[in-house]
């Protein structure tokens, strides 16, 4: 069993956990995640390492409550515990050699956006910031892209907070402008990454994204979190699992992803109303 250290919500609805698992943070990098089950009856599901303290043992996940088990998660309290935690899995993003870098996050990819830009400035990186929301109440993690960014551009679709649009405008703005990034790292809904990958095709510089789709066990046998690639004219699959979640943005069938990343939503609506029901019960 592993016990929470730590609960907060960052909004309405997104919760940041410490969570005691001492032999996952001594060796998890930027870029890895963990699966787990809230308990034994439970699903497994992925969820990108936010931070780790070794002193301590405890590893920052970050969580959008979008189905049942991030639900039932939620109704979990400090000082209560989840029966598996596993991990560190995934290979950890490739930050070594960057001296420039601009991080692009969307909505709850932010979580997973923020400490591999606080990772690079610990490097001595150059360290740019596109967030983007649809509105500021849904903000989240602003103070920490600060202190860790040279430069923070805030987006919200609305205009409640910032600047008004999407992340991609102040990125093409700063390509045309001749900005020249070492790597662009992109972390947020699909057709996000999508569009920041054709933003900045026309420029020849490097994109990587992180895909997170439908898993099951993380080791690559279920099959679930497979990528198709378009790789030198062919076309090859890959496992978001165990050969990423970091890829080339340039060799993603993004619309295939997005294809396959509707196939359960029905029924994890269902899901998540149906935890709902047995919890106002």
């Known amino acids: 069993m592993y016990r929470i250290m730590k609960k907060r919500e960052l909004n309405p609805t997104v919760t940041l956990m410490d969570i005691e698992a001492p032999l996952v943070a001594a060796k998890a990098l930027p870029g890895q995640f963990i699966i787990l089950r809230v308990d034994e009856e439970g699903e497994r599901i992925p969820l990108t390492v936010a931070g780790t303290d070794k002193a301590s043992g405890a590893v920052t996940i970050i969580f959008q409550i979008v189905g049942a088990t991030t639900y039932l998660l939620n109704q979990k309290n400090e000082g209560d515990c989840i029966q598996d935690f596993v991990g560190p899995l995934g290979e950890p993003t490739k930050l070594d050699g960057l001296k420039k870098a601009c991080i692009v996050g969307g909505g709850v990819g932010c979580a997973i956006a923020w400490p591999i830009a606080r990772a690079l400035h610990e490097k001595g990186c150059e360290v740019t910031s596109i967030t983007g929301f649809r509105s500021k109440d849904i903000v989240i993690l602003e103070d920490e892209f600060r202190a860790c960014s040279d430069r923070l551009v805030m987006m919200t679709d609305d205009g409640t907070y910032g600047r008004q649009g999407n992340v991609t405008v102040p990125l093409k703005e700063m390509l045309e402008a001749g900005e020249r990034f070492d790597m662009i790292i992109t972390i947020g809904p699909v057709i996000m990454m999508k569009f920041v990958t054709l933003t ?16 099951i066990d993380g080791t690559g046998m279920c099959g679930g979190c497979r990528l198709t690639l378009n790789r030198d004219g062919q076309r090859v699959t890959k496992f978001a699992c165990v050969d990423g979640p970091d890829f080339n943005g340039y060799e993603v069938d993004f619309d295939e992803a997005m294809s396959r990343g509707r196939m359960y939503a029905g029924f994890e609506k269902h899901a998540y109303e149906a935890a709902c029901n047995l919890f106002r019960k």
């Open 200 to 215: 900045a095709k026309p420029f020849g510089v490097p994109v990587t994204v992180s895909m997170n789709p439908i898993m």
